[in-house]
Every structure is written in structure tokens, then in C-alpha cells.
């Protein structure tokens, strides 16, 4: 094995580390990205531009005919196609709340490193993957900790059923004495009898959703209620 041989798995070997890392997060995380996707998209990155790098030196001086080749083309190439591996994690919620974006986001990431780590540049691809944790791991994590009392409520979406028509002031005055904001309102009338209110909300963090679903079913005049997170 000559030394270009022993180098391509080095590179080979250093991309698979550094997608482990990526792919390890996401799994904890239970995201779509997982271990073998991430190492995959890692590996097969870093291949190709290898491939790409390699065959633009070994078919540059041709005896017949001369060929020029961007070193970098098939490595082009990748980044535009990893979109498609993004673009079929990303989803729409009935909410209308977008998810999947970080892991989507991931995945072009997994494709960067493979590509900068298959082109040499070894120092950058670890810089990155280190950047990267940091940036979905850390970062959050101390903004979630520094932040104010009003960045730490979350919000939910409440559907509540009432009866009567002339209880729904009520019904939203008793939601707003348990410590709830109500952000939005909408009311439907149901088919038959009864009235829906639709309500995002805004509550402090350390109120459970099982915990707001049973303080709104004990108001008066409430017949149902469905509680997302």
C-alpha cells in the first residue's frame, strides 16, 4: 500500500469520527438523523471528493487528448444533492409549526465536514464539528439558563369545548387566574351544539401540559379539552 493509499483512510477515518460525533447528538436527541445516516453522509462526502481531487490530477495529462477538470466539481455536486437528504426531514405540523430544520441543517453539516476533511483541510473539519456541538449543545443550554423569567414560559396550544355560548368570557377569565397568557383566540361553532375555543398560550415552564389539561377540565362550563405541547 503506497502512501496516497494509507492518507485516503486516514481521511476516511477521521470523517467517520467526526460524523459519529454529529450523528451521536442527533441520536440522543431521537431525531431522524441518526448514527448511520450521519456517518454515510459523512463517508460517501469525503469518497467523492476524494475521487474528485484524484481524478483531476490522474486524467490531467492525457497521452491523447488534454482534459481540464475543476478538482472540486463532484464535491459542488454534493452539497446541492444533500439537500435533498434535508429537505425529507424537515415537516409541518396541523399547528402550522415548523420541525426538523437543526437536523436538516445537520445534515448539510455532516456533507461540509466529509467534504472538508476528503479536501485535506483536517484542522477546519475538527474546528467545525467542535463549532457545531457547541453551537446546538452548548449555546442553547446556557441561554436557557441566563435567560429571564419571560424567555422561560413556553407555549401550548389549548382546545377547549364549551357548552353555552355566554360562558366563554367566563371560561377564559378562569384559564387566565391559572397563570396562563392567552396569546390568540379563536371560537367555532360545532356542528349540533357547542362552541370551540381555540387558544395559543403562553405559560410558565414549570406548568406541565397534564397539569393545564386537568385545572381547565374543573372550570365550570368546560365539557372537553385537548392540551398540545
Known amino acids: 500500500m503506497v502512501f496516497g493509499d494509507v492518507e485516503i483512510l486516514v481521511k476516511l477515518g477521521i470523517t467517520a469520527v467526526l460524523g459519529l460525533i454529529i450523528g451521536l447528538e442527533r ?4 431525531k431522524p438523523l441518526g448514527l448511520k445516516t450521519s456517518l454515510v453522509i459523512s463517508i460517501i462526502s469525503c ?9 483531476a490530477y490522474l486524467f490531467k495529462h492525457s497521452e491523447y487528448v488534454q482534459i481540464t477538470m475543476d478538482p472540486l466539481r463532484l464535491a459542488a455536486q454534493i452539497v446541492s ?5 434535508g429537505a425529507g426531514v424537515i415537516l409541518k405540523k396541523d399547528n402550522d409549526t415548523i420541525t426538523g430544520l437543526t437536523t436538516a441543517a445537520m445534515i448539510w453539516g455532516a456533507s461540509g465536514i466529509g467534504i472538508a476533511v476528503g479536501a485535506g483541510f ?3 473539519a475538527i474546528a467545525g464539528v ?3 456541538m457547541i453551537s446546538v449543545e452548548i449555546i442553547p443550554f446556557l441561554l436557557n439558563m441566563a435567560a429571564k423569567s419571560y424567555l422561560r414560559n413556553k407555549d401550548l396550544l389549548l382546545k377547549v369545548t364549551v357548552h353555552d355560548s355566554l360562558a366563554i368570557d367566563h371560561v377564559l377569565e378562569m384559564i387566565e387566574q391559572h397563570h396562563i397568557t392567552i396569546e390568540n383566540v379563536r371560537i367555532k361553532d360545532l356542528e349540533g351544539h357547542g362552541h370551540l375555543i381555540d387558544l395559543k398560550v403562553r405559560t410558565s415552564y414549570r406548568q406541565t401540559a397534564t397539569g393545564v389539561y386537568h385545572n381547565i377540565s374543573a372550570i365550570e362550563d368546560v365539557t372537553a379539552v385537548e392540551v398540545e405541547s
Open 27 to 30: 441520536e440522543l436527541k431521537r
Open 47 to 55: 469518497l467523492l471528493t476524494i475521487v474528485s481531487i484524484q481524478s
Open 130 to 132: 467542535i463549532l457545531i
Open 81 to 85: 444533492g444533500i439537500g435533498f437528504l
Open 122 to 124: 483536517y484542522p477546519e
